[in-house]
């Protein structure tokens, strides 16, 4: 069998043999699909070949998989370097719009899919600040623009007392995961991250200390939440 | 930008690993590529999946961080060339278990061929897509694989794993 091979080696590859890493992969087209596997059904030496070729594949992904993610400092540097293009932005908001319609318009539906899942997430992601910055300034209150006087005629509009924990999800947690963990629990993210936490703040704030208590116990058994812990 | 960036940054930046193998540079990269993309994005015409569009410009970014580098001081034919045969301590060990001593190998392939193994294999792209991201035709796609994958085997025979191929 060695030898066999050792002799198809030695010639051109054919065709067929070439595409094999793409048959693999699943990225040839159906008819060159179909062609590769009724070689593969007529050439037992072709089927071993392949066989390799499936496990040089394999392991080309745990291989890829290994390589983890890049840091928090990439994309922090990439919105920084976005947020020094003020005017170039403001210049052309309108074209740029129809540019990015366009854009998203080549993205699978597939893409599309995900795409809305991990929107909705920043839109919980976006509220939570919005609640952040509200609280970081004390309770709000509005005036009349006829009238400055803090007394009667301003209406307190700062949040009651939510129940609020700190969190520290999986590594492996997706976007997807958390904006549905973030849905399940009524909760929106109030801060963070900071040291990998997470501040979540919950809608219920009629709960009371023990329903509170069971809620942590719910959310620290979930797969992707490595800690959660209340705040006072 | 966030929604692109979410979907694609992990794999734009293994790609880039891969290639300058320099993990603070290759998240240099992946700032560059997505800056890139919100500058370019009229240029985007929706003729190639995004993701094909977003390997293209990191290997481009790729090739030239390598260019730039000092210490390396080597043009692109020769970084794509050059094959990193160093062992490690865990090699002994590995030599006996064929998928370790596979990945061992496929790190010890040229870049050029890691680069082209990797994108057939885990970004799962087309002879065409390979096509336009190297900038080469698809027939030397087609054979430049088969020979990456020769010079595995190579590889492999070298670390006394037989495989039957070739």
Known sequence: MMAASRKIMEQEPSDIELLLPWHAAGTLSARDSRKVDEALARNPELARHYAVIREEYAETIDLNESLGAPSARAMQKLFAAIDAEPARRARSYGSLASRFAGFFAGLSPRTLAWSASLGAFALVLQAGLVGMLLMSRGPASFETASFSNNASVTRDLGAAASPHALVRFAPDARLGDIAALLDKYQASIAEGPKEGMFGLRFANTATSRDEFSGLLSRLQREKIVSLAVATP | ?166
């Open chain 2, 1 to 166: 930008m966030q929604v692109l960036y979410g979907r694609h940054h992990v794999r734009v930046f293994r790609f880039g690993l891969r290639l300058v193998r320099d993990e603070q540079l290759a998240e240099d990269l992946i700032s560059e590529v997505f800056l890139d993309v919100w500058r370019q994005a009229g240029k985007f015409e929706g003729l190639s999946a995004v993701s094909t569009w977003l390997l293209a410009i990191t290997r481009f970014k790729a090739l030239s961080a390598l260019r730039r580098r000092k210490d390396a001081e080597l043009d692109e034919e020769s970084v794509g060339s050059i094959e990193d045969t160093s062992d490690d301590p865990e090699v002994t060990v590995q030599k006996k278990d064929t998928g370790s001593a596979l990945r061992r190998c496929l790190n010890k392939l040229s870049a050029e061929h890691r680069e082209i193994v990797d994108l057939v294999y885990y970004h799962e792209k087309s002879v065409e897509e390979v096509a336009g991201i190297v900038g080469i035709p698809e027939n030397t796609v087609k054979t430049r694989l088969f020979y990456a994958r020769k010079k595995l085997a190579e590889l492999l025979k070298e670390s006394g794993i037989e495989r039957g191929w070739p």
